[in-house]
């Protein structure tokens, strides 16, 4: 029953990107590849955890959680760590070869927490890519978006209102309130701009105090491009050559 997990060396990917910058699309793409190139992906996205806790969680945390959730406001740092843990800790049963993580981490604090089960767990590499997108891109993309009242799915704004929800297929969509105005999307886009450069502060000095140079890597892609084009500039950085295809 027990896998061998001494010795287990994990590729880490780490996506960051504002809202709207299509973190959950090429999170889904690059596992599409990284399994046909016969690698074992196992992907943790905040949002996902949040809307469907993992079993094993404590009644009283999932209220909590759900509370946030309709409220619209950011799941307590310490309560994401443990859902995002009990979740990891499912999934590496299944021994995987790459852990892709969207959502996470959102700041420094979560940033600790996400260095110490990478090191604890087995790092091979750790490649960090953050989805650029403008202010002005987003904006319009964020007001348009609509959320699933049966599943909390955020959709964007192309989705057809009239129609079902592709995630659970019921015919509940509505327009968040938070997201149709202009002037609280930019605040948003304004503190998470500054938490996520505060991140990428840290891992960049991290990386060159700590001579990591070979196993980490932090760019910047540009998010705006069509969608298999972002893709193209993550996987190529992910050193696949070698794996059959
Ligand atoms: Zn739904």
Redesign the pocket.
């Known amino acids: 029953m027990t896998k061998k997990i001494k010795g287990r060396r994990i590729n880490w990917l780490l996506l960051f990107g504002a809202a709207g910058a299509g973190k959950g699309t090429q999170a889904a793409r690059i596992r599409e590849i990284l399994e046909k190139h016969g690698l074992r992906v196992a992907l943790l996205a905040t949002g996902d955890l949040f809307r469907n806790p993992p079993g094993t969680l404590d009644r009283g945390v999932v209220s909590q959680i759900s509370e946030n959730m309709k409220k619209g406001v950011l799941v307590d740092d310490a309560v994401t760590m443990v859902i995002a843990g009990e979740a990891l800790n499912a999934k590496l049963e299944e021994d995987p070869d790459w852990v892709i993580l969207d959502g996470l981490p959102r700041n420094v604090f979560q940033l600790a927490a996400v260095l110490f089960a990478m090191t604890s767990i087995g790092l091979a590499h750790f490649f960090t890519f953050e989805l650029a997108v403008a202010d002005s891109l987003l904006i319009p993309r964020l007001q348009g978006r609509k959320t699933?009242k049966?599943?909390g799915?955020v959709h964007p704004a192309s989705t057809d209102l009239a129609g079902a929800?592709p995630?659970?297929g019921?015919v509940t969509l509505f327009i968040r309130d938070d997201d149709s105005n202009p002037k609280s999307i930019r605040n948003r886009l304004g503190d998470y701009r500054k938490t996520i450069s505060s991140v990428l502060d840290a891992l960049r000095k991290l990386i060159s105090t700590l001579e990591l140079k070979d196993r980490f890597s932090v760019e910047t892609v540009d998010g705006s491009l069509p969608e298999d084009s972002v893709t193209d500039r993550i996987i190529k950085h992910l050193d696949l050559q070698d794996q059959p295809a």
């Open positions: 699933c049966s599943c799915k929800c995630k659970c019921k």
